[in-house]
């Protein structure tokens, strides 16, 4: 069996090539579950791997893509037989271990999930693993005992993909949800995600204080970086900030006092390794609570071919919302 897949391949010194190759299945690590894989997402991590500009990829030769959704063509699994709908995404895929871009993949049963049953794999790849921190992020606040109709929270990076569906769960699960981003012509669509208010990074400033009024009960961070700072500055008494990401940078300058005057919660969210029972429930929650309506305005799907541009495009703010694929 021969499927097409996206390879990145070792060159000279750090650099690698990356171009799409006719892949045998039995050119696979051992696994017990063969997919024949229908969608991939397009993630920040991804667009990384792809275009070379940050150390994804730890061993070579990768087959590139961190998450995928896809039917069962063969099981060597009891839990899993012939034409299951699945999705596998994290688990160092694209890292260490061969990943999603590729039209037929073989897998341990450990990193395998059911797809959920109200979701297609286009749609769950169209949340991908964007949407699901997202919903990590938006569990996190909740287990914190958030509660809607308290103080704002605030979501930065807020047009990207997880950004844009933090907002929309939130705002539908009845949060007031102002949302930072640098793009200004972002806001219409931002508001259609539902929130109340769209604010450009500047205004989120707290002027280098490690303190400065309260203003978020809450946050969900894609950025680090200085917005990290400013955001847990802003964060009230007993509030939460989740932070995923380092889209703005991976320096964190605050201080203990937040922590230790406000009792601010710093809570790291990791969509990688995180136990199969906690993937299971935020997934459930994706398929019950994730409106749609706005899953189809938010979603686009590109062709396989177009991964390279795309990638390219996403690092450089040309794309909004989630960006599935099909293979
Ligand atoms: N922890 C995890 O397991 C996990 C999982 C998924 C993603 N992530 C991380 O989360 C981050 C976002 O991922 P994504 O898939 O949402 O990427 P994305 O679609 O590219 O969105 C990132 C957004 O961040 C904002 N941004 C870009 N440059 C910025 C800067 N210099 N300062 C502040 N904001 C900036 C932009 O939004 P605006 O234009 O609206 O400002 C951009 O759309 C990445 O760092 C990614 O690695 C982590």
Redesign the pocket.
Known sequence: MIGRALMARAGEGKSYAVGFEDLALDAWPAGDVVIRVSHSGL???D?LAITGRGPIIRSFPMVLGIDLAGEVIESASPRFAAGDRVIVD?WGLSETRWGAYAQVVRMPESVVQPLPAGLSPEQAMQIG??GY?AMLCAMALMDHGLRPGGDAVLV????????SVAVSLLARAGYEVIA????PE?EAFLKSLGAAQVLG?EAVSAGGRPMAKERWAGVVD????Q?LADAIAQTRYDGIVAA??????AALATSVFPFILRGVTLRG????MVPMARRLAAWARLDADLDRGLLAQLGRTHDFADLPQLAVD??E?R?QGRIAVRL
């Open positions: 993630n920040y991590k667009a994290g693993t964007a921190t930065t990076g807020a047009s990207g993909g997880v950004g930072v981003s640098g793009r972002q990074r894609v950025a680090g970086g917005l995923c990401g380092m889209a703005g940078g969210v990791d969509s990688v996403l690092l703010g794309l």
